[in-house]
């Protein structure tokens, strides 16, 4: 119909009137596009770390400074049970996705991790290669990993397993665990 009512009413100034609104709408959708590849680029990157990860095995890596976008604190207020967790990720994650943007992650603090209260997270968050928006650094530096295999409900374990070998191996755990589900 937009192409009939210019054909009906052509001028040159309609012409590029209609032109520049065919250029804004193309670029919308490749907009969308690159944020849909970008999104299968990321899938394909975390299975594939999730299909090759070794779920037996804690060691140290050294990882780079990462720049991060934050949430706000979390509460036990607004995420005390699965629907507002759920409310609060979704908003976040609206907020961030982009092409210039991580999947959402979350961070654990070290004391709800020693209390055993490993569904309680203080954020949520995104890596950005975008300095100027972020809000937050994940510090360079060594860092105890595993790689946690199964539902949530049996979480507790992982972490056990790395507190445990923190522990034995006389490593001081910092502030924060960062969580990155590979395989959701």
């Known amino acids: 119909t937009e192409i ?5 009413e052509r001028t040159p100034e309609k012409l ?4 520049s609104q ?5 670029d919308q959708k490749i907009r969308e596009l690159n944020l849909a590849k970008h999104l299968l680029n990321e899938t394909i990157a975390f299975t594939n770390k999730g299909l090759h990860a070794n ?9 780079e400074e990462e720049c991060l976008i934050q949430s706000e604190l979390l509460t036990e ?10 409310w609060e990720f979704n908003n976040f994650e609206n907020r961030t996705l982009s092409e210039e943007t991580s999947f959402v992650s979350t961070m654990l603090s070290i004391e709800n991790i020693t209390k055993g209260n490993y569904y309680n997270h203080s ?3 995104v890596k950005t290669k975008d300095k100027s928006l972020s ?6 530096g060594s860092y105890v990993v595993a790689y946690h295999h199964g539902s949530l409900d049996t979480i507790g374990e992982t972490y056990d397993r790395l507190t445990n070998y923190c522990d034995q191996n006389r490593l001081q755990m910092s502030e924060f665990s ?3 589900s590979l395989l959701d």
């Not at 590029?16 to 032109?19: D, E, G, H, I, W």
């Not at 065919?22 to 193309?26: A, C, D, G, T, V």
């Not at 207020?77 to 759920?86: M, V």
């Not at 809000?135 to 360079?140: G, L, T």
């Open 4 to 8: 009939k009512k210019y054909l009906d």
């Open 135 to 140: 809000n937050a650094v994940k510090p360079k």
């Open 16 to 19: 590029l009137q209609f032109s």
């Open 55 to 63: 779920y037996e095995e804690i060691a140290i890596e050294e990882q």
């Open 123 to 125: 954020y949520f968050f």
């Open 77 to 86: 207020e607004n995420t005390k049970d699965y629907i507002g967790w759920i």
């Open 178 to 180: 960062y969580e990155e």
């Open 22 to 26: 065919k250029i804004e709408e193309i």
